[in-house]
């Protein structure tokens, strides 16, 4: 089947460590998305990436990494620098750029920090 | 900058009945508007996209339409059923900045 898939659901982190959240996609396309919900929020936009080894900084990207070494794959780091990572963390893909396709989501991680 | 609204945040109405959700823009200038939907602590479904040519999408028992000059657009819902219940955003591409703006949706619940 054809998709995206997040790993982990859930994540736990200590204050000051950083983490790691994984994307993947089988889909074949070109670009891919970051977003952060909070309750009561609209999604947000954390990075995006419209071709391997290129990405772009969303409206929130302060304390946060990405890299796009593989079309498959867009993991994103949530760095000690993020005042306050806890929240919902979704990544989505689509053909091309926003302009003309849907975008496709993945479940979705949630990152608790103790 | 381009702010998309929802309102209300949450709606309640009995099975069977039709209903209309609807999203407002400040910004007339998208390339297009989407309908998603977000069951409980899950991802996102895209339902409809529309791009700024035209006027209406339709799939199934669900209709959206977009009127850019006035900033609305609705989604509607026939002979709505329980699984029907979830969060339903809107969502717009506006200028070249290549991102949606979201709204921060509409939470249904429809009652059996």
């Known amino acids: 089947d054809g998709g995206i898939t997040q790993s982990p659901k859930y994540l736990f982190r200590k204050e000051g460590q950083n983490v790691t959240l994984s994307c993947e996609q089988n889909?074949?396309?070109?670009?891919m998305y970051w977003y952060r919900q909070d309750p009561g929020q609209g999604l947000r936009l954390i990075y995006y990436?419209?071709?391997?080894?290129?990405?772009q900084k969303g409206d929130i990207a302060e304390g946060y990494s990405v890299s796009r070494e593989k079309k498959e794959s867009f993991p994103l780091t949530v760095t000690s620098a993020q005042k306050n990572p806890t929240a919902f963390y979704l990544c989505?893909?689509?053909?091309?750029?926003?302009?003309?396709?849907?975008?496709?989501f993945g479940p979705g991680t949630r990152l608790t920090v103790l | 900058k381009q702010e998309v609204t929802q309102i209300p945040a949450a709606l309640s109405v009995p099975e069977g009945e039709n209903l209309v959700l609807n999203c407002s823009f400040t910004?007339?200038?998208?390339?297009?508007l989407q309908w998603f939907r977000q069951d409980p602590g899950k991802g996102l479904t895209s339902l409809l996209l529309?791009?700024?040519?035209?006027r209406e999408q339709t799939s199934g028992r669900l209709n959206a339409s977009l009127d850019k000059s006035s900033g609305r657009s609705t989604l509607y819902i026939a002979a709505s059923q329980p699984g029907d219940s979830a969060t339903y955003l809107c969502?717009?591409?506006?200028?070249?900045?290549?991102?949606?703006?979201f709204g921060k949706g509409i939470t249904l619940s429809v009652r059996p």
């Open positions: 989505a893909s689509s053909i091309a750029g926003v302009y003309t396709d849907t975008q496709y």
């Open positions: 889909l074949n396309h070109d670009a």
């Open positions: 990436s419209q071709i391997v080894n290129d990405f």
């Open positions: 910004d007339s200038a998208i390339y297009n």
């Open positions: 529309i791009q700024s040519s035209q």
């Open positions: 969502a717009v591409v506006t200028g070249a900045n290549s991102k949606l703006t």
